[in-house]
Nanobody, 115 residues
Framework: QVQLVESGGGLVQPGESLKLSCAAS????????MGWYRQAPGKQREWVAD???????KYTDSVKGRFTILLDDAKRTVSLQMNSLKPEDTAVYYCQRRQATATYWGQGTQVTVSS
C-alpha cells in the first residue's frame, strides 16, 4: 500500500504563484508515474501533468508554460510549481501515483485563485 500526502494549497491572486508538494510513503516501487489532477466545482476531475520515474514529463495544454512538475526521487516527492495562476485554475488538486497495476490518490488540496 502507498500513502500520498499533499501540501501547499491556498488562496492567491491572479498572476501569483503557488507550489504544491506530494510525498509518497509505504511500499513504493522504483518504476512509477506520479502526477497531478484537479477538479473544479461542478466539473469532472481532469489530468494536469505527470512525470515518470525516469524524469519524462507531460502537461495538459492549458497549463503548458505556466506549470512545472518536479520529481525528487530520493525523497519520493513530486511537486507542482504553478506560476501565472488564473481564476480558472481554481480547483482541488490531487496527487496520483501509478506503479505496477495499482493507482493511488492523495486526499486533495484546495487551490483558489481570486482577487
Amino acid at each position: 500500500q502507498v500513502q500520498l500526502v499533499e501540501s501547499g494549497g491556498g488562496l492567491v491572486q491572479p498572476g501569483e504563484s503557488l507550489k504544491l508538494s506530494c510525498a509518497a510513503s509505504g511500499k513504493t516501487f522504483a518504476i512509477y508515474v506520479m502526477g497531478w489532477y484537479r477538479q473544479a466545482p461542478g466539473k469532472q476531475r481532469e489530468w494536469v501533468a505527470d512525470i515518470t520515474s525516469t524524469g519524462y514529463s507531460k502537461y495538459t495544454d492549458s497549463v503548458k508554460g505556466r506549470f512545472t512538475i518536479l520529481l525528487d526521487d530520493a525523497k519520493r516527492t513530486v511537486s507542482l510549481q504553478m506560476n501565472s495562476l488564473k481564476p480558472e485554475d481554481t480547483a482541488v488538486y490531487y496527487c496520483q501515483r501509478r506503479q505496477a497495476t495499482a493507482t493511488y490518490w492523495g486526499q486533495g488540496t484546495q487551490v483558489t485563485v481570486s482577487s
